[in-house]
Nanobody, 119 residues
Framework: QVQVVESGGDLVQPGGSLRLSCSAF????????MAWHRQAPGKQRELVAT???????RYSDSVKGRFTISRDSANNTVYLQMNSLKLEDTAVYYC?????????????WGQGTQVTVSS
């Protein structure tokens, strides 16, 4: 069974920084892409950032310039560096690991880590 585990969520003041990490454990040999999503109270889950197997990154407009996604392929780990945090960044952040190739993909989700931005 593949497990995806996030960590790093915390209570942080507006303008502060936080780094989330996510690791996949189990028999997953090919990672097609990794991504971070988030879900704020009363809101639908939204895409935050993605990084492809080739290293291409994409960000939602709301976090562009403030967040950086990166990966450590050797350890099946993805990071999300969050800077200049805002109140609206408060959410549960979920890691998505997409295994596969250009021909097929299979998604694994983590359980989420809470990020709370408050003064």
């Amino acid at each position: 069974q593949v497990q995806v585990v996030e960590s790093g969520g915390d209570l942080v003041q507006p303008g502060g920084s936080l780094r989330l990490s996510c690791s996949a454990f189990g028999k997953i040999f090919g990672i097609y892409a990794m991504a971070w999503h988030r879900q704020a109270p009363g809101k639908q889950r939204e895409l935050v950032a993605t990084i492809s197997g080739g290293g291409t990154t994409r960000y939602s407009d709301s976090v562009k310039g403030r967040f950086t996604i990166s990966r450590d392929s050797a350890n099946n780990t993805v990071y999300l560096q969050m800077n200049s945090l805002k109140l609206e960044d408060t959410a549960v952040y979920y890691c998505l690991v997409r295994s596969g190739t250009t021909a097929w993909q299979y998604d694994y989700w983590g359980q989420g880590t809470q990020v709370t931005v408050s003064s």
